[in-house]
Every structure is written in C-alpha cells, then in structure tokens.
C-alpha cells in the first residue's frame, strides 16, 4: 500500500473517531435533560429540504418565559417532546406537521401534566449567495395544546415567524436568527395568560454524521430562555 494510501486510511479512521465522539457527547447531552420545549425550534433542520426530500425528527427540550397575568409578571415553565415529519413539495420550501406531549407549570396558579400538543411549520429560502455560503431563510409555524388544571380548562395557541442565516460547510450547518415568538394561555373561569417579551434571538447548529442522519441543538433567548437537543433522519 502506498504512503498516500495508508494517510487516507488514518484520516478516515480519525473522521470516524471523532463523529462516534460527537455522536456519543450529543446522546449524552440529550439523555440528560431533567424534562422534555415550549420553544418552537427552529433547527433540524435549519435550511429548507429539496424537492422530493423529507425527514423525521424527534426533539425535547425545557423553556421559561415571563407572561402577563391581570398585569401581574409570572414566570411559566414548560417542557415538551415532539416528532417532526417534513417533507419539501417544491424546491426549498418545506413543510413540517408536529405531535407530542408538554405542560405548564408556574408554580402557584397553574401546573398541568403532560398532554398532547400538535402543530405545523413552514419554511423557505429567501437567499442564497453566490460566492459565500451564507443562506437567508424564513420560517413560520404555529403550536396548540389543551389539557386541565384543577378542573380548569386550559388552551394555549402558540405562533412563531423567524429571519435566520445559515452557515453551509460540509457537515455542519450552524445559524443564527431573530424571532418573533407569541404565546396566549387561555382558562376557563380563571384569568388568561400572554406572553410579555416577542422578539428574541435564536443561536442553534445541525449536525450530519452521515448524509441522513443529523442532530441539533438551539437556544432562544431574551423573550424566553429554551433549549432544544433532537436527532434526526432525512431521506
């Protein structure tokens, strides 16, 4: 075998070591989340599929944000688990359904079990560059969860639109974004609650072990503190 041969067999073996590294360090990160988010992420993926591409994800994470109740600020804490099927009818413009479990707690007033939630996204490229690999792409999507309080009907319409810009490097997509993030909870016979802050920033990277299977991560920050950790396989 030659010199060069035997170098691209280290390389390889080195790849490999280094994506089992990265793969393990994500499971554990993702196995060792205290709960299941009430963010909507934005990644897995960040960038819209190509026509005829799909995918499956499955995500959890944790949120806290501040609402306004009677003009009183209260802190609501939520977890949530989701599976995400995307599929792309035209070229860069993927749309996504979403099923999953979550809750709410505040710590006085309101505390849920976990219950079904479902929901839907959208999202699309407005821009590609040329000569660097800077991608603009929008997304849109909406979430809705029911579940009962002490007797207390509750219902909560989430809505978020977001303006990222994405990174394309071989492997690794990295992103970052501004959001705008409504979130209404609604009681029967009890006093509603409505999100105080809107607009946030959202930081988060994909990740390809293989050209199928990826993970991610995100945070959202300033109108709610979350993070998401997912895997994913797009096909």
């Given at each position: 075998m030659t010199r060069k041969g035997k170098q691209l067999i280290i390389e390889s073996v080195s790849m490999n070591r280094f994506n089992l590294f990265l793969l393990l360090a994500l499971c554990g990160g993702?196995?060792?989340l205290p709960v299941l988010t009430q963010a909507l992420p934005i990644g897995g993926l960040a960038r819209p599929m190509e026509k005829g591409h799909g995918g499956i994800?499955?995500?959890?994470g944790y949120a806290q944000r501040d609402m306004d109740q009677n003009q009183i600020t209260t802190e609501l804490r939520s977890r949530q688990g989701s599976l995400r099927g995307t599929y792309a009818l035209w070229d860069f413009l993927s749309l996504s359904a979403i099923v999953g479990l979550m809750d709410y707690d505040t710590g006085t007033n309101v505390e849920t079990t976990l219950n079904g939630a479902y929901g839907a996204a959208i999202k699309g490229l407005l821009f590609r560059g040329q000569t660097t690999r800077l991608e603009l792409t929008?997304?849109?999507r909406f979430l809705y969860y029911s579940a009962e309080d002490n007797s207390?009907?509750?219902a909560s319409w989430e809505y978020q639109f977001a303006l990222n810009?994405?990174?394309?490097?071989?492997?690794?997509?990295p992103y970052i974004g501004l959001d705008y993030?409504?979130?209404?909870?609604?009681?029967?016979?009890?006093?509603?609650l409505e999100s105080q802050?809107?607009?946030g920033v959202v930081l988060g990277l994909d990740y390809f072990v293989n050209p199928n299977v990826y993970f991610y991560g995100e945070m959202h920050n300033f109108n709610q503190d979350a993070i998401s950790l997912g895997v994913g396989f797009k096909f």
């Amino acid at each position: 075998m030659t010199r060069k041969g035997k170098q691209l067999i280290i390389e390889s073996v080195s790849m490999n070591r280094f994506n089992l590294f990265l793969l393990l360090a994500l499971c554990g990160g993702f196995l060792s989340l205290p709960v299941l988010t009430q963010a909507l992420p934005i990644g897995g993926l960040a960038r819209p599929m190509e026509k005829g591409h799909g995918g499956i994800l499955v995500d959890m994470g944790y949120a806290q944000r501040d609402m306004d109740q009677n003009q009183i600020t209260t802190e609501l804490r939520s977890r949530q688990g989701s599976l995400r099927g995307t599929y792309a009818l035209w070229d860069f413009l993927s749309l996504s359904a979403i099923v999953g479990l979550m809750d709410y707690d505040t710590g006085t007033n309101v505390e849920t079990t976990l219950n079904g939630a479902y929901g839907a996204a959208i999202k699309g490229l407005l821009f590609r560059g040329q000569t660097t690999r800077l991608e603009l792409t929008a997304d849109g999507r909406f979430l809705y969860y029911s579940a009962e309080d002490n007797s207390i009907d509750i219902a909560s319409w989430e809505y978020q639109f977001a303006l990222n810009v994405v990174y394309r490097a071989e492997n690794v997509l990295p992103y970052i974004g501004l959001d705008y993030n409504n979130l209404d909870v609604q009681r029967s016979g009890a006093s509603d609650l409505e999100s105080q802050d809107n607009f946030g920033v959202v930081l988060g990277l994909d990740y390809f072990v293989n050209p199928n299977v990826y993970f991610y991560g995100e945070m959202h920050n300033f109108n709610q503190d979350a993070i998401s950790l997912g895997v994913g396989f797009k096909f």
